[in-house]
């Protein structure tokens, strides 16, 4: 055979005399290719590097990306190289573990390759590159990466899109290339083993005739002994660096450049994450726009995102690192009940787009003024009809001047369909590997949408006149918020502003507008508020004082009205004095959300608590003590913004747990992976048109479990779980006496008088129960 003639690592001559091998033909062969290869893949990889650094630099400025470094070493330590949030998903994250690891271990043996090729054929590093321990790593690593990449091959012909449909979370994925990636890993791990395996015969192998590098020696074993184990090592040596160059190439063009920019990703994200607060609207410059003072701004400044160019580099960065896995996708709530909302496809989209538009925004293209390119609509890209980008799939004018949200037939990459599908519930952000910050980038769409188009669901536009015109989104007037008050057997006490408040006053109770206005939701701030009252717990309340926080408007994108709303409540807060800091305890996790983690940004700092936090709190120092007997089974619905959005999982459970008797049993889909109610991102004041309600396929789930009570600690879930079961019995569909209930609720039915406080003697435990009732 032709690679059998390659000569050994010196040619004996007749007269005796050895000549290196790296000045005879072969010799000058081998390293001549192994050169053209690296200069070809530096050529061809580095231009395509150089116009993605530009491409992405050229987005507009992301201010703080790169502060408290510290901890955004600690988070590259935990995500990329701990692979924290692969690991969440046993099979495919071990499997992810030992590929990404085998890529770093094995960048080893790409060296030694490359050393044995054009310096020395027995190559090794200085020190340790002959420890036989390397070479059982680098062995253990290359079995263990054929055996991910066979896994991963099982997995997506198992949840293959052609078979599965919108069930697979591989829908819409460039599944060709996945396959062409797969083959081209097996491949460098199968040209590793055969080179090493003709090392271990003609004794170029580093760690010599050793059994430690076990995978190579059951190759040479395989191979025989022979002179043609010369030729084998050679050709597959060179076959080695073609394959991994070539990978290198492919990366640069595929989704699977998320191996260089996912590090950069994660280095640069919001920290600790892109949940909880959104970032505030920004100028050309990168800074907070205060919409008090928007009559000194440029002309030029946008409002949000409205075209590709009005995302930053970081926005970029993240469509550049999408790995197209489809967590997100399998995760999401809207996607999940036959909407065309998938937070893979959104990212895709916008990164197929900004490819697509570089030429005009690096390339010094311009569309010619006057013309006006038509939309003709392509075929579906990504063989799916819920992606955007693809139907105005080529990079000429059309794509230049095409809106970035609009319908078909305007030739939009994002479908308003798609755009306020979203229920801002935070599990794609949650659960994307590479911390894309999927929510900021919809919020911030939906942002130029509302105020620069005017364009949005008409029904959510009677929510934001309401909340400008009575302070709160029902259009109900404020004296209704005293109301709650008045049907307590107890005194409440009122904190006015611009007063002083008591420091005996332990906390300001932040009613919320669903918990001053809504009637089921005043059932649980009474029940919270007796359970305070029961614990000796002193607390005050704004009443009429308090105004809507400004989250809806905030999620539907209306950044003036959320601050217009938020700079009156830090004002009337700010204006409540006491010698202790400001502490604030709210039964609304949007309230909650908002108070603790927005708010800041417009000067209020307070400590913020949510009601079950702080019921956890009572039961355990025993201030508040369950001894009803509850009969019952109950499940849990984990609220996305207390939940997802600010880790508090285990205080309502742990509440629910304290109550004597009460079985409690978890969804198959709770905690870090809770289903979403529907209502949030504003989605509560608006129709829901497409496919499944999201609310009743959340009370499919917990019906499933035939419970006699479903708990939350949210007024908004309340009413979106408590609707479905309505509905659910009205079609015998569920049991009449399912009730939907808060925590406060609850546990208020279990609590004891006898707890110390004040009002113990008359506490009314079964009354509270008669009253919970009907709720």
């Known amino acids: 055979m032709a690679v059998s003639a390659v000569a050994s690592s010196s040619t004996a001559l007749a007269s005796g005399v050895f000549v290196d091998w790296r000045y005879t033909f072969p010799g000058w062969l081998r390293i001549g290719l192994a050169l053209a290869m690296l200069v070809v893949t530096a050529a061809v990889a580095g231009r395509r590097i150089a116009w993605l650094v530009r491409l992405i630099r050229s987005g507009r400025p992301a201010v703080g990306r790169t502060d408290e470094l510290g901890e955004r070493v600690q988070s590259e330590l935990r995500e990329v190289f701990g692979q924290r949030k692969l690991l969440k998903w046993s099979a495919p994250g071990l499997a992810h573990f030992f590929t990404f690891w085998g890529f770093v271990i094995l960048g080893a043996t790409i060296v030694e390759a490359f050393g044995a090729l054009i310096i020395s054929q027995d190559f090794a590093f200085p020190l340790f590159g002959r420890a036989r321990w390397l070479g059982f790593i ?66 170029h192998l580093p760690f010599g005739r050793s059994t430690w590098p076990f995978a190579s020696y059951l190759v040479a074993k395989a191979l025989g002994s022979g002179a043609y184990n010369q030729g084998v090592e050679t050709f597959f040596l060179l076959a080695q660096m073609a394959v ?35 970032l505030p609207v920004t100028d050309d410059e990168g800074e907070p726009i205060d919409f008090a003072d928007v009559e000194n701004l440029s002309e030029d400044t946008v409002f949000g995102r409205g075209k590709i160019e009005d995302f930053t580099w970081k926005g970029y960065l993240d469509f550049a690192t999408c790995t197209e896995c489809g967590r997100c996708q399998s995760q999401c709530p809207a996607w999940n009940t036959g909407k065309p909302l998938s937070p893979k496809l ?154 002083k408040l008591g420091v005996d006053v332990d906390y300001l109770f932040w009613v919320g507008c669903a918990g001053a206005l809504e009637d089921r939701s005043k059932k649980v701030t009474k029940a919270f508020a007796e359970l305070l009252h029961a614990a000796g717990v002193n607390f005050a309340v704004l009443g009429s004082a308090e105004t809507c926080t400004g989250d809806p408007a905030r999620r539907l994108g209306n950044e003036f009205l959320f601050q217009m709303q938020a700079m009156q409540n830090v004002e009337t807060l700010n204006s409540i004095t006491r010698a202790a800091p400001l502490k604030i305890v709210a039964t609304c996790p949007h309230c909650f959300n908002t108070l603790a983690n927005e708010y800041p940004q417009l000067g209020g700092h307070y400590e913020v608590v949510h009601h079950t936090q702080l019921l956890a709190r009572l039961v355990a120092e025993g201030r508040l003590t369950p001894v009803e007997p509850l009969d019952k089974k109950v499940t849990y619905h984990d609220p996305c913004y207390l939940g997802r959005h600010n880790k508090v999982y285990t205080p309502p459970r742990e509440v629910l747990a304290s109550i004597p008797a009460l079985a409690a049993q978890e969804m198959h889909r709770c905690k870090d992976r809770g289903f979403c109610c529907g209502a949030g991102g504003a989605r509560f004041w608006m129709e829901e048109k497409i496919g499944k309600r999201v ?81």
């Open 138 to 203: 680098e062995d253990f690593f290359a079995v263990a990466v054929l055996i991910a990449i066979v896994w991963f091959a099982v997995n997506r012909l198992r949840d293959a899109p052609a078979r599965r449909q919108r069930a697979s979370r591989f829908y819409g994925s460039h599944t060709g290339p996945a396959w062409v990636i797969l083959g081209m890993i097996s491949l460098v791990i199968i040209t590793l083993l055969l080179y090493r395996g003709a090392q271990w015969n003609t004794g």
């Open 244 to 278: 991994v160059f070539g990978f290198a190439i492919v990366v640069t063009y595929s989704k699977h450049l998320h191996i260089a920019t996912a590090p950069l990703n994660v280095l640069t994200k919001r920290e600790p994450d892109a949940l909880g607060p959104l």
């Open 346 to 499: 959104v990212i895709m989209d916008l990164r197929d787009h900004l490819f697509a538009k570089a030429p005009y925004l690096i390339g010094g293209l311009t569309v010619e003024e006057g013309s006006s390119p038509t939309f003709e609509g392509g075929e579906h890209g990504h063989e799916v009809p819920e992606a955007g980008f693809p139907r105005v799939p080529t990079s000429g004018p059309e794509q230049a001047v095409r809106p970035l949200v609009g319908t078909a037939e305007q030739g939009g990459v994002i479908d308003p369909d798609v755009l306020w599908s979203c229920t801002t519930c935070g599990a794609c952000v949650e659960q994307c590997p590479v911390d894309i910050e999927h929510i900021d980038h919809i919020v911030d769409m939906r942002r130029y949408q509302v105020l620069i188009e005017s364009a949005f669901p008409s029904e959510a536009g009677v929510m934001l006149r309401n909340i400008e015109n009575k302070g709160n989104p029902w259009g109900l007037a404020d004296r209704g918020r005293d109301e709650w008050i008045d049907e307590l057997d107890f005194e409440v006490r009122r904190a006015v502003p611009g007063d």
């Open 695 to 775: 609310n009743v396929e959340r009370t499919d789930e917990a019906l499933a479990l035939n419970p006699d009570l479903i708990s939350t600690a949210c007024p908004f879930c309340m009413v979106m779980l408590a609707d479905a079961v309505t509905a659910k019995v009205a079609n015998g569909e569920a049991r009449e006496d399912v009730q939907v209930l808060d925590v406060a609720q609850i546990l208020r039915r279990s609590v004891n008088g006898s707890t110390g406080s004040p009002q113990a003697a008359t506490g009314d435990t079964a009354g509270a129960a008669a009253a919970d009732a009907g709720s």
